[in-house]
C-alpha cells in the first residue's frame, strides 16, 4: 500500500508524503477503496504551520508499527484544512458538537459514505491526560467496526443526519440599526480587558475585525467608549511578545491573557488584518505609535511573506530548529537573559525581558541601535520554515492592507507589491467565468475551488486596490466574482453559503456566517457587495449586502466578538457608505493632494474612485462629473445626497468627517 502524496501541491499534504501511512488524499477513489474493503476512513486534518500536527506527526505517522496497523485496518485520508476549508467545516463541527470543543491536528473516523462516527484533536503516543494513546484509539475504534457494526452504522447515520439538518434558518431581518450596533458596543465593553486590552481572558487572541467595528462606530457617532478600547489593546499587543519586537509582525494568539507568551506562528491573514487595523487608527487618530506598527507589519508582510510569483505564503512555522539537532516552538524568537547581555555587549537593554523569553517593549519608542545589534545577533539563528501555499482570501486580505498603507503613508513600494499579488490571483487562480481557485504554489494553481471567503476577500482586495490606483481593472474584476457570489451562493432569502452550487457535495453544504480569525465569508461577500454597490449605483448588490446584513442583526446581540467584520461592514452600511469621486488629471499635484485626503479619511468604508476628465473609463462614480473652475475637483455624496463639489483638500476632509473626526 503506497502513499499517495507525493504529488500534491498542498505543502501540508507534501509533509506526509514520506510516511509509512498509505496516504491519500481527499478524493472520491479513497471512499471506493474503503467501500471495497470494508473498511472505515480515518481522516486526519491539519495545516502546514501547525505546531501539534508536526508533534502528532512525529509520534504516530512516521512510526512503522503504528503505520502497519493503520494502513491495515483503514483507510487514511490527510486533508490541509487551508486548501478544503469546506471539509474541515463539516467535520469540525461534528467534532465540536460531541466534544464541545475543536482544533488541529482532526482525527474523525467515518463510513465509506463520508459519515462520521468517533472524533478528536491531537492524540498522543502514549496515554496522558485523559487521553488514550494514538494506537489504543485505533484498535478500539478497529475493536468496534468489526464486532459492533450495527452500532456504529446508527451512531453515524445519527451524527450524518444531525449535520445535514443544520442548514441556517434565515428570515432575512433587516440590517442592524444604529440602535443594534449600540448595544454590539455595550456588549463588547462588557467583555474587554481593560488592565490588559482585547476581550476575554487566556488563551487571547488579536481582535482585529471588532476593532475595526469599534473604529467605524467611533467614526460615526463619536463614541469614546469605542475608541478607548481600540487604543488600549492596540497598545497593548503591540508593545507584548505577540509583536516581534525586532522584525514586526504579530504571533497568531497569546497563550496567556496579557500578550507575553505567543504560539509562534505568524499567519498571513492576522497580520494583513492587523496592518490594516493599525493603518486605520492612525486615520483616526494619527497616532505616530500607530502609524509604525502599521507599517512594520506591512513591512514584515512584504519581506517575509512574499513569494517569487509575487503572491504572499500563508504563514511562518511555528518551530525552528535549535543547535544539536531537533526543533523547538519559538527557538528563533526568544532570548536568555546571558544572550541579551552579549549581544549588547552588558549595557542595560531598551527592552524587557519576559520570564518566556520574548520580548517586550513597556513604553516609549524602540531603541534603535539596540533593535540593529539584536537583529544582527539574530539573524544566523535558524529561521522558522515558511509554508508556501498561496490562498486567495488571505491574499485578498493582503492586497487591501498593503494597498491601504501605501495610500495612506505615501509608500508606492506598497501599492506596487499590492498590485503584484492582485495580479498573480488575477492570472493564476482566475478564469475567465468568474471562477476562483482557491490556491496555488509556484505560480501553479491548485485543485480545490474557491470558497466564499476567496470570493469575498478577494473581491475586497480588488476593490481598495481600484480605490488606491484608479485602475478600472480592479473594479471590473470584483464585479465578475460578486456575479458568482450572487449567482452561485447566495439564496433567494439572501442566505449565503461557503460552497458554491456545483461544489463538491459533502454530508452537508458548509454554511458559517460568524467570524473567526479572519471574515467569514458571508460578512466578507457582504461588504464587498456593499463596497461594488456604492460605486456602480447597483441596487441588485445593495439589495444582496443588506439581506445578507440581516445575519448581523441576529447574531450581534449574543456574540458581538464573533461577528466583528459583519458589524464593521453595518456600520459602513449605516454611513453611507459615502461615495468620493476624485476627478483630475492623472499625476497632477492637486488631483494627488485630494486623493490622499480621501484615502485618510475614516469615513466607515468610504469608497473613493479616482480618474481623470476625459477618462472616466465608464466607472459609473466618476460620471458627469466636470472640473470646478478647471481644477481637480472632488464629489462626496452620501444616500441620495451630494454634498458641493470642491478643490480644496481641507473642505474636503471635513466633508468626509463626522462626530469621530480627529
Known sequence: MANRLAAETS??????????????????????????????????????????????????????????????????????????????????????????QG????????????????????????????????????EGVDSAWRDRRGEVAQVAARIASDLAGRELPYEAPAPPTAEDLAVAVSGLDREFDEERGGFGGAPKFPPPMALEFLLRHHARTGAPEALRIVERTCEAMARGGIYDQLGGGFARYAVDAAWVLPHFEKMLYDNALLARLYTHLWRSTRSPFARRIALETADFLVRELRTPEGGFASALDADSEVPGGGHEEGAYYVWTPEQLAEALGGEPSGYELSEAGTLLLPAGEPPAEQRARLLAARTPRARPERVELVIAAWNGLAIAALAEAGGCFERPDLVTAATDAAELLARVHLDGEGRLARTSLDGRAGPSVGVLEDYGDVA???????????????????????????????????????????????IRRPQDPTDGAAPAGWT???????????????DRHRRAADLALGIVTALAPRAPRFIGWGLA???????????????????????????????????????????????????PLLADRPLRDGQPTAYVCRGFTCDLPTSDPTTLAAQLGGPGAS
Open 11 to 100: 505543502p501540508y499534504l507534501l509533509q506526509h508524503a514520506e510516511n509509512p501511512v498509505a496516504w491519500w488524499p481527499w478524493c472520491q477513489e479513497a471512499f471506493d477503496e474503503a467501500r471495497r474493503r470494508d473498511l472505515p476512513v480515518l481522516l486526519s486534518v491539519g495545516y502546514a504551520s501547525c505546531h501539534w500536527c508536526h508533534v502528532m506527526a512525529r509520534e504516530s505517522f512516521e512510526d512503522a508499527t503504528v503505520a502497519e496497523f493503520l494502513n491495515e485496518r483503514f483507510v487514511p485520508v490527510k486533508v490541509d484544512r487551508e486548501e478544503r476549508p469546506d471539509v474541515d467545516s463539516v467535520y469540525m463541527d461534528a467534532v465540536q458538537a460531541a466534544t464541545g
Open 103 to 138: 482544533g488541529w491536528p482532526m482525527t474523525v473516523f467515518m463510513t465509506a459514505e463520508g459519515e462520521p462516527f468517533y472524533f478528536g484533536t491531537y492524540f498522543p503516543p502514549e496515554p496522558r491526560g485523559g487521553l488514550p494513546s494514538f494506537r489504543q484509539l485505533l
Open 460 to 506: 475586497e482586495g480588488f476593490l481598495t486596490l481600484y480605490g488606491v490606483t484608479g485602475q478600472s481593472r480592479w473594479l471590473d474584476r470584483a464585479g465578475a466574482l460578486l456575479e458568482t457570489v450572487l449567482t452561485r451562493f447566495a439564496r433567494p432569502d439572501g442566505a449565503l453559503y461557503d460552497t458554491a452550487d456545483d461544489a463538491e457535495t459533502l
Open 524 to 538: 466578507a461577500a457582504a461588504g464587498a457587495l456593499l463596497s461594488y454597490a456604492a460605486y456602480t449605483g447597483s
Open 569 to 619: 461592514v453595518a456600520e459602513a452600511a449605516l454611513d453611507g457608505p459615502r461615495q468620493v469621486a476624485v476627478v483630475g488629471p492623472v499625476g497632477d499635484a492637486a488631483t494627488a493632494a485630494l486623493h490622499r485626503t480621501a484615502l485618510t479619511a475614516n469615513a466607515p468604508g468610504a469608497v473613493v474612485a479616482l480618474g481623470a476628465p476625459e477618462a472616466p473609463d465608464g466607472v
